[in-house]
């Protein structure tokens, strides 16, 4: 094995996490394969030999990108962020797919990651849920590592306001479940059964097409009832919907003739249904892997 296979073989076995955290920090999976991408480059094309630490190389390599990136699309969603919903993983609904992706980032959370500034989240999620220290982080910000750490502070505030889930799978799969039937047969009062009264429902389509310009409309609701109410629009395309993971949980997806058309995560907080997430950007779906 020469030179150049030893590196592309070690970054190989890095990729898994670069790619994670790549995706914390854009929320985009084809973003998120373009930063890994954009490393391999780098790599491939400087000196690495005197590195003791490839792997952390790697991760601020892939977390300047990142910020480039993120700095690069500041003003781009201000006008849609209300409604913006980042890119989801889809997984099968069963026992592998669950232990593979035991320690995904819930959709909830990754809604809120859109609203903190591009130091902000790639100080919290390289600190919070990579463990990188403050001072290797600081010198990706060009900032004082004591100003890095106020960094992930302000972004964890934000963050502990976010809903998230119980994280009981059975319970959720059973309450997914339990809210899809209810939506196929229309029943209002086994819907609202389910829903925190202050249940939020964020939907983004994007530019949906004319087929789809009912429901597929981007909204924002707050409150039981009028989540309902639009929960019962999306009815028609119940013989469609199927569970599946998002993000690690329960949820489901809108597959229409072998095409994604809508995917929806579920967040679960005591029992109740607090917070409803759907993509219906059909652009946007069409880059995004259905489980096998």
């Known amino acids: 094995m020469n030179e150049h296979e030893q590196l592309a073989r070690r970054f190989e076995e890095n990729r898994g996490h670069l790619r994670a955290v790549a995706y914390r920090m854009l929320g985009s999976l084809p973003e998120a394969e373009d930063a890994v991408q954009e490393a391999w480059l780098r790599l491939s094309r400087t000196d690495v030999s005197d590195v003791g630490n490839l792997a952390g190389w790697l991760t601020t390599v892939v977390s300047r990108v990142c910020l480039d990136m993120l700095r690069s699309r500041k003003s781009r969603r201000e006008d849609s962020l209300d409604t913006y919903v980042p890119d989801p993983i889809i997984g099968a609904p069963?026992?592998?797919?669950?232990?593979?992706?035991?320690?995904?980032?819930?959709?909830a959370l990754l809604v809120v990651l859109e609203t903190l500034s591009p130091a902000e989240r790639l100080a919290f999620v390289l600190h919070d849920m990579f463990g990188v220290g403050f001072d290797e982080i600081a010198t990706i910000v060009d900032k004082s590592p004591a100003a890095t750490r106020q960094l992930a502070s302000r972004a964890r505030r934000r963050v502990q306001g976010a809903p998230a889930s119980d994280g009981d799978v059975s319970r959720q799969r059973v309450i997914v479940e339990a809210f899809m039937a209810a939506s196929r047969?229309?029943?209002?009062?086994?819907?609202?059964?389910?829903?925190?009264?202050?249940?939020?429902?964020?939907?983004?389509?994007?530019?949906?097409?004319?087929?789809?310009?009912?429901?597929?409309?981007?909204?924002?609701?707050?409150?039981?009832?009028?989540?309902?109410?639009?929960?019962?629009?999306?009815?028609?395309?119940?013989?469609?919907?199927?569970?599946?993971?998002?993000?690690?949980?329960?949820?489901?997806?809108?597959?229409?003739?072998?095409?994604?058309?809508?995917?929806?995560?579920?967040?679960?907080?005591?029992?109740?249904?607090?917070?409803?997430?759907?993509?219906?950007?059909?652009?946007?779906?069409?880059?995004?892997?259905?489980p096998a």
């Open 94 to 107: 069963g026992p592998e797919d669950e232990a593979v992706q035991a320690d995904a980032i819930g959709l």
């Open 185 to 290: 047969g229309g029943d209002f009062e086994a819907l609202l059964a389910l829903l925190d009264p202050d249940v939020l429902l964020r939907a983004d389509a994007g530019t949906a097409s004319a087929e789809f310009a009912g429901p597929a409309v981007s909204k924002l609701v707050r409150g039981a009832r009028a989540v309902v109410e639009q929960a019962l629009l999306f009815s028609r395309m119940a013989p469609y919907t199927q569970l599946a993971l998002v993000n690690g949980l329960p949820g489901a997806i809108t597959v229409v003739n072998d095409r994604l058309m809508g995917v929806m995560s579920i967040t679960v907080t005591d029992g109740k249904i607090t917070e409803i997430d759907i993509l219906a950007d059909l652009d946007r779906l069409e880059v995004i892997p259905l």
